[in-house]
């Protein structure tokens, strides 16, 4: 099993400014995916991090906004951009358990808070 | 539009007693379904995975049956016990190695 884990836990940001998140996975996986949950909703795919080449976002998401790095089978960053109140969700990363099986492991969120 | 609808009204039960959590949805024809579990500040752990082909996939306590005609998933747990006390997520297989997640339902066991 893969333990994955997210920095930072939690922040407080002010509009216009920018935070980036970062998603760490103890063992090589295939794919890496971000999610973002609003208070009482359902996790949101924002976009598919792949390695060596862009990410691919979901519909409503824009790479300008929320950028995506994935510079090995281990790591991912998330950052979003130009923040406003409305970017004030849990951020989750989530990688697949095993190549071949569709389950998925998720980190723990990063709870934003944009005043 | 796809929709994946899970109990709108969180669920309330005895300890011992069995919940039972519905999730429907529409406009998917998902090669699986999946079952999650979520605890407050934290993220979703899976649970259990039944396929199209498969009518009911047991794992200790919980159970899952899928039913692709009705387009629904059940999930139970049986005696249950306050430490199930958590939010359910349902999610469905988009036939592109993605995810998509249902709203949850929010189990609350009391002893």
């Known amino acids: 099993s893969a333990v994955i884990s997210q920095k930072p836990s939690r922040d407080i940001c002010q509009r216009g400014t920018s935070l980036t998140i970062q998603c760490q996975v103890d063992?090589?996986?295939?794919?890496m995916f971000w999610y973002r949950q609003q208070p009482g909703q359902s996790l949101t795919l924002i976009a598919t991090?792949?390695?060596?080449?862009?990410?691919?976002?979901e519909s409503g998401f824009v790479i300008d906004k929320f950028p995506i790095s994935r510079p090995n089978l281990t790591f991912s960053t998330l950052t979003v951009s130009n923040m406003s109140p409305e970017d004030s969700s849990i951020y989750l990363c989530?990688?697949?358990?095993?190549?071949?099986?569709?389950?998925?492991?998720f980190g723990p969120g990063t709870r934003l808070l944009v005043l | 539009s796809q929709k994946i609808e899970q109990n709108s009204e969180a669920l309330n039960i005895q300890e011992g007693k069995t919940a039972t959590l519905t999730c429907n949805y529409t406009?998917?024809?998902?090669?699986?379904l999946q079952w999650y579990r979520q605890d407050p500040g934290r993220g979703p752990v899976f649970l259990l995975l039944?396929?199209?082909?498969?009518k009911e996939k047991r794992k200790e306590r919980l159970k899952v049956t899928f039913d692709t005609t009705l387009k629904q998933s059940l999930f139970h747990i049986t005696a249950s016990q306050p430490a199930d006390s958590a939010t359910y997520l349902c999610?469905?297989?988009?036939?592109?190695?993605?995810?998509?997640f249902g709203a949850g339902t929010t189990v609350t066991v009391r002893a």
């Open positions: 063992s090589q996986v295939t794919m």
């Open positions: 039944i396929r199209e082909n498969e």
């Open positions: 999610a469905l297989d988009r036939n592109d190695y993605k995810l998509s």
């Open positions: 406009n998917y024809s998902p090669a699986y």
């Open positions: 989530s990688a697949d358990r095993d190549l071949g099986v569709e389950t998925q492991y």
């Open positions: 991090a792949n390695q060596g080449s862009e990410a691919t976002y």
